[in-house]
Each structure stands twice: as structure tokens, then as C-alpha cells.
């Protein structure tokens, strides 16, 4: 028997929790997250909800079921350092100390490692402490530029030109606002291209890849509207993406790889956990966007359903660094998700209202997000509400089953249509011949 911890209540821990309990081990899940979510609670033995950063109370639940170990699934606990906390308590944990989890919580820190270590990927950019040089690195840019503020800013944080930022005097405006709020920002060249998520385990030294997908951003069909968490995302069943090579993906994994060798050699730690690296594939090949350190929402929920593997397996692979002695496997399977959120979202999200989920059928996975449940009667709680994920043979049947399933939902919610069709598909193959 295992018995495990698991912090958070998105849609992302759902699948994880489903992908613990679907162990040949018995599972006994421990769950403390922010809200309650109903998916996640089914599969618990105890679930406490309590902020995923309040190491008190986390200190006083781990202390008392006393699991074999811990998952982290958002990335606020892990830059408050609750694995830090669980390690000095005798409890090891499947993602990463918070020193080496600056991969994700400060954008400068990545950046600043990447060019220390001679690391391929990085953009033309600078690291600013203050106003000096400010004006005339922006100039030097041009027209082409992004601002990321650094820290966590849920997703809201990075600003580009021609999206966010109109001009170099917004641009200027914004990177001041971030050098009052945290002391430092980064600015540096807009890249061009296909977005893609490469995400690894990883127990410190040994590092293996999961299939690679792509997420979408925007709100709105055709890639329009502001910036959400992820409307929903898709992976093909080659484990490629179609405006990707073998060669590509080697790249990225030959990034991840590198940048897991620096953290060591720049810390001492062993960085312990998933590494999440968004790219970008451009007609000077691949660079880095930004590193996540913990599964990507919704991304997990394209990987975690076909891993072969068992996944407390892989978790006490990556505690005792023993992964290369896991053999992982995942389906060869297309995957489709898509959420359903609220009208208005992200901005303007409606609350409290109602939503009737219709027939799912049975080769689509639900995974329930920001809902509430009450009287076996689900209502929206202002965010992603629920992800639909279809899984088949090819993308097409995939996308069909997703589309079917999110269609049926009734309520004040909306949704992409186009995520994981041929016809977005194309026009992104398209851009990239351009």
C-alpha cells in the first residue's frame, strides 16, 4: 500500500490523481487543495482545503497521515517552498526544492542561466535592475519586443508588442511598472514561429521526455482574444507535432537536458520533479519561451492518460533518482482537450450559476476544474471550469470525441471549436512554410 500526498484541486491534479490511483499499488490519496474539487474527492481517503501556500496547515495534515510522499501540482507551492518544508518533516516529494524551482518563479534567473552555461535557445534580451540602458536596449529591438515581469503573475506577467503593447512607449511604461513591483525586469526579442510544450521527468541527472504538445492560449477561435490559462491543447499519435521534425523535438530535449545539468552545477541541488520547457520552433530553429516547473494545465492531461507506465512508479524513480531504471511508455495515441469556462472569462467570468453536463462518451476523459459541487448539481467558480479529453487512434476521431463531449455541456459557458482541427492544424503548418 502507498499512501500519498497530493496539493491542489485544478483539472491538472484530477488527471494526476486518476494516473496515482490507477497504480497497481493500492493508493491511498491524501488531498489538500484550495477548494474542493468532486473529481479529486472521489478518489481521496481525506481531502482538506486549505491554501496550497499555508505551510502550517499542510505541516499539521502531512505530519498526521504521514505519506510515503508528496506531488506538488501548481507552481505557487512549489516557489513558497512547501517541498523545502515536507523534506525538513521527513517527507520527500516528486517535485522540485524552491531554490531550483526558480526555473519557473523568476524568468530572469533562466535567462541569466542559460547564457552562464553556453545553453542553445535563448532570444536577444536583458536583464534590468533599473532605467539605465532601458530606452535604448527597446530601440535597439525595434518594433519586435516582450516585456516579462518576474515572478509568478499567473500567467499574466509576460506582455508583447503588437498584442499587449502598442508601441515602445507602452513598452518602456510596462517594464518600469514591473521594475517598481519586484526590482528587476526582462525584456527581450519577440520570436516568431510555432509554440510547443516539451515536458520531462526528471530525478536530478537522468531526464525523459513525454510526448510533445501544443496548447492554446487565446480565448477565442483563430487564436484571437485575450490570454487564458489554456483553452485547451492537443498531441498526435507519432508523439510529434505536424510542424515539427524528430530533429526539432531532439533539440528541446537536448535543452532540457542541459538546463537540469547547469541547475546542479549553479546550486548543488538536484532538481527533482517535472521539467517544463515552452518553446518555440522558428526559422532559426528552436528557442526557449519560458521553463515551468510542474506539469502544464492542460497539457498533463494530453501525456497522463496514455503513460503505459505506472506513475507511482516514475514518482519514487524521480525521489531516489532511480528513473533510468523505469522503463516509461506512453500509447501511441492521438489526444484532443478542451475546456469549458465561463462566459466572460478570463476577464469578466460569471459565478455561481449552474452548468448540466450532457452524455460523455466513453472515450472522452472528464476532468473536473473551478466548479462547485452542491446537491449532485455543478456550479462555476469564475475560472476553467472543465476539460474534455478525447483520446483515439488518430487526431481527427480525438478532436471529434472532445468536440461532442464539450458541445453537450449546458449553461453560461463557452469554449474553442476549432482547437485540434484539421483546419487550424493546416493554417499553423502553413505559417511556418511562410
Not at 475546456?339 to 467570468?349: I, K, L
Amino acid at each position: 500500500m502507498k499512501k500519498i500526498l497530493l496539493i491542489g484541486n485544478g483539472a491538472r491534479e484530477h488527471v494526476m490523481a486518476e494516473s496515482l490511483k490507477n497504480s497497481r499499488y493500492d493508493v491511498e490519496l491524501y488531498v489538500l487543495g484550495g477548494a474542493k474539487n468532486p473529481g479529486i474527492f472521489k478518489l481521496s481517503e481525506e481531502y482538506v482545503v486549505a491554501d496550497v501556500c499555508d505551510k502550517d496547515a499542510i505541516a499539521e495534515f502531512a505530519n498526521r497521515i504521514r505519506p510515503d510522499f508528496a506531488v506538488i501540482g501548481p507552481e505557487a507551492p512549489i516557489a513558497c517552498g512547501i517541498v523545502d518544508m515536507l523534506l525538513e518533516l521527513e517527507i520527500h516529494s516528486a517535485s522540485p526544492l524552491e531554490t531550483v524551482g526558480q526555473l519557473e518563479s523568476s524568468k530572469s534567473f533562466t535567462r541569466d542561466l542559460l547564457e552562464k552555461y553556453q545553453i542553445p535557445g535563448n532570444p536577444k534580451f536583458k536583464v534590468f535592475y533599473d532605467e539605465e540602458g532601458l530606452e535604448e536596449f527597446f530601440i535597439d529591438l525595434g518594433e519586435e519586443f516582450v516585456v516579462k515581469a518576474d515572478g509568478l503573475k499567473g500567467g499574466k506577467g509576460v506582455k508583447v508588442s503588437g498584442d499587449h503593447l502598442k508601441n515602445i512607449e507602452e513598452g518602456i511604461s510596462y517594464a518600469k511598472e514591473c521594475l517598481i513591483d519586484s526590482g528587476r525586469v526582462v525584456v527581450e526579442e519577440k520570436l516568431v514561429g510555432q509554440e510547443f510544450s516539451l515536458m520531462s521527468f526528471c530525478d536530478g541527472t537522468y531526464t525523459v521526455d513525454m510526448p510533445v504538445v501544443q496548447d492554446h492560449k487565446r480565448a477565442f477561435e483563430g487564436d484571437k482574444g485575450p490570454n487564458t490559462g489554456g483553452m485547451g491543447s492537443y498531441s498526435m499519435e507519432n508523439h510529434l507535432l505536424p510542424f515539427l521534425t524528430a530533429r526539432d523535438v531532439n533539440e528541446a530535449s537536448d535543452i532540457n537536458k542541459k538546463v537540469v545539468k547547469a541547475l546542479f552545477e549553479e546550486t548543488g541541488i538536484y532538481y527533482k520533479g517535472i521539467v517544463y520547457g515552452g518553446f518555440i520552433i522558428t526559422k532559426n530553429g528552436v528557442r526557449l519561451i519560458e521553463y515551468n516547473a510542474r506539469f502544464g494545465d492542460p497539457e498533463a492531461m494530453n501525456v497522463l492518460p496514455i503513460l503505459k507506465t505506472d506513475f507511482v512508479d516514475i514518482c519514487e524513480g524521480i525521489i531516489n533518482k532511480t528513473l533510468d531504471q523505469v522503463e516509461i511508455e506512453f500509447e501511441k495515441k492521438a489526444t484532443v482537450c478542451k475546456y469549458v469556462v465561463p462566459e466572460g472569462y478570463p476577464d469578466n467570468p460569471v459565478k455561481g450559476e449552474k452548468i448540466i453536463m450532457g452524455k460523455v462518451p466513453a472515450d472522452v476523459k472528464v476532468y473536473y476544474a473551478s466548479v462547485d459541487q452542491r446537491n449532485d448539481s455543478l456550479y462555476l467558480s469564475g475560472s476553467r471550469a472543465v476539460a474534455f479529453v478525447g483520446v483515439a487512434d488518430t487526431v481527427e476521431e480525438a478532436e471529434k470525441s472532445a468536440q461532442n463531449a464539450v458541445g453537450s455541456v449546458k449553461g453560461p459557458v463557452f469554449y474553442r471549436k476549432d482547437i485540434g482541427t484539421k483546419k487550424l492544424i493546416e493554417q499553423r503548418i502553413k505559417m511556418m512554410k511562410i
